[in-house]
């Protein structure tokens, strides 16, 4: 009862349904999520970070934009098609590659489970798994 100062221990153990809800200031319209003491740069109209275009140019800035963005999307593309060209000439096949991108993704996922149980055998022993690496004759770099 000591927390309850001020309280009558009656209006402490009735239902909350007897009790009208507590009074408030008046009320102003709308909703209000700034305190009244900050700045009018926080209660300022709402303004996007991307920027708008402008009167005039909405147009032809927004399509030569988009031009510009096909034209490196397209060099892009043939600088790709290069390389694709440059690997087949020196050999390798897409089934190799894919192969080998497979193999990558499995040897990814083994290390990672290898470098879960070390953290979770260093908490255990309350050391560091750096501290566990010449245990198992692993190299800090790896």
Known sequence: MAGLRGCSSALA???????????RGPRTPGLRRTQPGLSKSCRGTFRSPRPSPKSG?????????????IQ??????????????QLISEGYSVDELEDHISQLHEYN??????????GKLAVIRGVTTKELYPEFGLDVND
Do not use: F, N, T
């Not at 490196?72 to 060209?85: A, F, G, N, Y």
């Not at 996922?109 to 070390?118: A, N, R, S």
């Open 109 to 118: 996922d083994i290390k990672d489970v290898g470098q879960m149980l070390l």
């Open 57 to 69: 140019q909405a147009d032809g800035a927004g399509e030569e934009s988009l031009h510009l963005d």
């Open 13 to 23: 153990l009735d239902p909350p349904a007897l009790h009208p809800p507590p009074r």
């Open 72 to 85: 490196k999307l397209e060099q892009k593309r043939d600088l790709l098609d290069q390389e694709i060209v």
